[in-house]
């Protein structure tokens, strides 16, 4: 269920995003979630020849009221014919290792996004490795 794209969208409509917080143990018994998710179906476009791509992908709601919602997405995000801004970089590479390592210090963080900035010009990785 953690990769089902309906409880995904279920998620992320109750949210407000999907996020690493997503797949705990307690959002995937979600009664909530798990309650609108049953009501979500996936159907692949036949026009779309390889069933492993990204895109272009549109989601259509059907509200309550019978009147229907949709959008597409011709390049998925973060792409690179649709990648991150720069902010949603660092907000995504900070979500990351919050979640990933949640004991580190603000500043250790900030001291291997430095490093990993700069990769390209570091002319020893001791200082990378003394941090992980």
């Known amino acids: ?3 089902s794209l309906p409880f995904q969208v279920a998620s992320c409509l109750i ?3 999907v996020g ?3 797949t705990r143990e307690e959002r995937l018994l979600d009664p909530r979630v798990l309650d609108l998710a049953s009501r979500i179906r996936v159907e692949i476009d ?4 390889d069933p492993n791509g ?3 992908q ?3 709601f059907a509200l309550r009221d019978g009147t229907t919602r949709s959008i597409t997405l011709e390049r998925a995000l973060g792409t690179p014919e649709n990648p991150l801004d720069r902010e949603r970089q660092l907000a995504k590479f900070r979500a990351c290792l ?3 390592a949640p004991d580190w210090e603000p500043a250790r963080g900030e001291r291997l996004l430095e490093l990993l900035d700069g990769l390209d010009g570091l002319a020893d990785i001791a200082p990378l490795l003394d941090l992980v």
């Open 1 to 3: 269920m953690r990769l």
């Open 15 to 17: 949210d407000g995003d």
């Open 20 to 22: 690493l917080e997503t």
């Open 46 to 49: 036949p026009a779309i020849d």
């Open 54 to 56: 990204f895109d272009p």
């Open 58 to 60: 549109t989601i259509a």
């Open 98 to 100: 919050a979640y990933g």
